[in-house]
């Protein structure tokens, strides 16, 4: 089968660094058509820069990356420094990147990519704020159709919030977005919290990426020992979540994961409670599905399937 042409829309962040990692090792399944970077865990210019220095880490300077909307649609940037440290890829030490950013916004490479290609050929993998996507789709509504399909990271039923009690971060981040995508139509498989909270990087884990003995191998190692001082201090669990990389496993093991097919509705008016998704788990309301969302990883079969990965690079 071909590999699946995908934009990964991402805000770098470590855990973003290694779903973009995954997906550049991962030829056979995936061929990353464009990576459009988005204010998120640290503000664009940063984000921007960040996604050229992954790229770069992978032997791959060829791919094209855009910088795209350095806001949420309508309310003020929340960050998340604290979890990212304050270039958001803190922990490595990493050379600034030479390959230039590419001369368009992000939100337009967004829709002259789904108008170009084949109707339903592309795949869209949002690893931060919903912006970028949803204001491609409120400029263009014409490319919703022709979305192959949006697997993203975002959201929590059960495990609720990380950035408020209530909600998770890229979901409240821009709730506005998430509302335009969630009630788009499109073919949507969401990693909510529930998932990327059994994704833990736990020492074993983390002693397996250093023992590659790669430069990717050390960077992933530091990377995860960073963020995993935030994480095992705030859940007291065995090592820290790896959110995103859940998303680019999915398009290639999609076996390790499981969940169901449910609504989903996005709080975009209570200031408690803003950005949370409400997931009609159980099936206890009329509204139609619209979202796969995920509940279960088998998470040795995904820390394998990324170590074997990421010794590739
Ligand atoms: C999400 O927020 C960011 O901090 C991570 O990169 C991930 O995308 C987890 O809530
Ligand atoms: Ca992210």
């Known amino acids: 089968m071909a590999a699946r042409k995908i934009i990964i829309d991402t805000d770098p962040g ?3 660094a290694v779903a973009i990692l995954l997906a550049l090792a991962s030829p056979e399944e995936i061929e990353v058509l464009g990576i459009t970077a988005v204010a998120g865990n640290v503000p664009l210019a940063l984000t921007a820069r960040n ?9 791959r300077p060829d791919v094209p990356v855009f910088a795209g909307c350095d806001r949420p649609m309508r309310r003020a940037p929340v960050t998340a420094e604290h979890v990212h440290g304050p270039t958001g890829l803190n922990g490595p030490v990493l050379p600034d990147p030479v390959m230039p950013l590419r001369d368009m916004h992000g939100v337009d490479f967004i829709i002259d990519t789904l108008r170009r290609e084949a109707p339903g050929t592309v795949t869209l993998c949002p690893l931060g704020p919903l912006s970028n996507i ?36 890229n979901i409240h981040a821009d709730p506005d977005a998430a509302e335009i995508v969630f009630g788009s139509g499109a073919d949507l498989t969401v990693m909510p ?22 430069p990717v191998g050390l960077a992933v190692a530091e990377m995860t020992d960073f963020f995993e001082r935030h994480d095992k201090e705030k859940y007291g669990s065995d090592g820290a979540p790896l959110h995103d990389p859940c998303v680019t496993a999915y398009l290639i093991r999609p076996d ?19 950005g949370m998704t409400v997931a009609d788990w159980w099936g206890v309301t009329d509204r139609a599905p619209n979202a796969m969302f ?20």
């Open 256 to 274: 390790l994961f499981s969940g169901r097919f449910i609504n989903v509705e996005i709080e975009t008016r209570s200031e408690l409670t803003l």
């Open 14 to 16: 470590q855990d973003d």
């Open 134 to 169: 949803a204001t491609a789709f409120a400029r263009a509504p014409d490319i919703i159709g022709r979305v192959g399909g949006i697997v993203l990271m975002g959201g929590a039923y059960f495990e609720v919030g990380n950035i408020t009690p209530a909600a998770e971060f």
């Open 51 to 59: 996604a050229r220095i992954v790229c770069e880490l992978a032997g």
């Open 294 to 313: 995920m509940g279960d990883i088998d998470a040795d079969g995904f820390f394998a399937l990324l170590t074997e990965r990421l010794a590739r690079l």
């Open 193 to 214: 919290l529930d998932v990327t909270h059994k994704a833990l990087v736990s020492k074993a884990r983390n002693d397996a990426f250093r023992a590659l003995g790669t």
